[in-house]
């Protein structure tokens, strides 16, 4: 754009809504020329900040000022830069990742981790707009298949296989299912997978599988064709594990686009919103001819695939009743009966179909999930736990990562660290509850990014070490 910048005739890429955070940062302000301006930078002065290190030089003194300005009292004489800028801090952080390495807390492989595309790297903590703290959660992506003859609008996939894949937490619920349910206004992406099969999810949900090995190409989303999910209402369809030869692709209104794949499977046995939205359909003519649903595409009872020593074997019809569910748009009552349903499924039930019958169903669930991995039948797919917002203004998905990590997970050192907080005086049961939930959750940890500042790794220079893993015992350096 030239120095000084013309940026008249520039393609402006909307980002979407500004978090309040970022607002008050660049005023609103496009291009880093222009929040550099904003915050009172001469002209003359913003191309110096080409130069990552030109950053480490600017901004800690006019940081300083301004905290004197506040009557902030510091010691500034035990400041210093915690990037290679500072040798010493530089070789205090590769003398404790070199002692890591000589334990083997740190290996390289392919893990997943959150992951900016636009930055074509992890996007750990400190490089997030929004999602602090945030991590990956693994879901059973499961493969409905539609069966001919082919929705018109899916002609283009030809004589491949064509799969609705819908993300659960619950695989081992798959043999109750009765239907699968779409929402009949959003978009849904037909795609072509690394295995040639075509998959339809949102175009979401297809991006971040793009960076999950499913399809041919890190990060490239194949399109096949897009279509409204009302073009595949009373598609026929094969669930696995579910007794019912043919099941159908139904309307549901409350599907959300910021989660899973908008392709839900629906268990009415054992989950209230599927109970309430099929007895709706069931119930509703006028609602069953909007969408050109049939009354045999809705004739699918219950089925009893888990028993509650509260609510029997027909848990989210009991619920229902006992909460006095009348419909879908209950949304309070169900996320009541919700809650119990799932609370005493998961910790109190018993199976009642498969070869784990007979089994609790905490013990079954990667039981059955295992079971449908190796059948084909399912992939491990990841997402973000919530949104979250690179400092670039780039949604984060979950990728699959060559990469150091820090074997946090590892049973044996997390016992040792647990004896470690038994000892320790927190003077206040919360701040010990706080240690013991981010122990319990503390997993494999990317450690290494390809660019910013901070320390290289010592073994491996083509690795930066990210800015929450060169900073968790710096205290000591002081």
């Known amino acids: 754009y030239g120095n000084p910048p013309n940026f008249e005739n520039a393609e402006v890429k909307a980002a979407g809504k500004q978090h309040s955070k970022v607002a008050a940062k660049t005023g609103g ?49 035990r400041s210093f830069i915690t990037t290679d800028a500072n040798p010493y801090y530089d070789s205090f952080v590769r ?13 390289f492989g392919k893990r997943e981790t959150i992951f900016s595309p636009r930055d074509n790297q992890p996007c750990a903590d400190h490089d997030r707009q929004t999602g602090e703290g945030a991590g990956s959660q693994e879901y059973t992506l499961i493969k409905i298949e539609v069966l001919a003859p082919l929705p018109a609008a899916l002609q283009a996939a030809g004589s491949r296989k064509v799969y609705l894949v819908a993300a659960t937490l619950r695989p081992e619920t798959m043999y109750g299912q009765t239907n699968c349910w779409l929402h009949p206004d959003l978009t849904y992406q037909a795609f072509e997978t690394a295995s040639g099969d075509i998959f339809l999810a949102s175009p979401r949900a297809a991006r971040g599988m793009s960076y999950q090995g499913i399809t041919a190409e890190f990060g490239v989303v194949k399109e096949i064709c897009q279509l409204p999910g009302s073009a595949l209402m009373g598609a026929k369809l094969k669930a696995p594990l579910t007794k019912y030869p043919v099941v159908y692709a139904l309307p549901m209104m409350s599907i959300k686009e910021g989660k899973g794949t908008c392709v839900v499977t629906s268990v009415p046995s054992d989950a209230p919103d599927d109970y309430a939205a099929l007895r709706d359909l069931q119930n509703k003519p006028a609602l069953r001819e909007k969408y050109g649903i049939t009354d045999e595409m809705v004739n699918f009872p219950p089925v009893e695939i888990i028993e509650t020593p509260k609510y029997g074997k027909l848990a989210a019809i009991a619920a229902c009743e006992e909460f006095k569910v009348k419909s879908q748009n209950d949304r309070e009552l169900l996320d009541k009966a919700k809650d119990e349903v799932y609370t005493n499924g998961f ?4 199976m009642l179909q498969g070869p784990h019958a007979g089994k609790t169903v905490e013990v079954a669930k990667p039981l059955v999930q295992k079971l449908m991995f190796d059948a084909g039948e399912a992939l491990k797919y990841f997402e973000p736990e919530s949104t979250i917002m690179s400092r670039s203004g780039d949604e984060c998905v979950v990728a699959l990562c060559d990469q150091w990590y820090i074997v946090y997970g590892e049973e044996d050192w997390k016992q040792d660290t647990i004896k470690c907080l038994n000892s320790l005086e927190t003077y206040d049961k919360a701040t010990r509850k706080a240690f013991e939930a981010t122990l319990a959750k503390l997993h494999e940890y990317a450690c290494s990014r390809t660019y910013g500042l901070g320390t290289r790794l010592p073994w491996d220079e083509e690795w930066l070490i990210e800015s929450l893993s060169d900073s968790t015992i ?3 350096y002081y």
């Open 29 to 77: 302000a496009v291009y880093q020329w222009d929040i550099m301006k904003a915050m009172g930078i001469p002209e003359s002065e913003i191309p110096n900040f080409q130069d990552a290190q030109y950053w480490l030089k600017y901004f800690p003194p006019h940081a300083i000022d301004d905290l004197k300005l506040l009557g902030v009292k510091v010691d500034w004489r």
């Open 95 to 107: 003398w404790q990742f070199n002692t890591l390495k000589r334990l083997d807390k740190i290996r």
């Open 347 to 350: 910790y109190k039930g018993v």
């Open 474 to 476: 710096y205290m000591a």
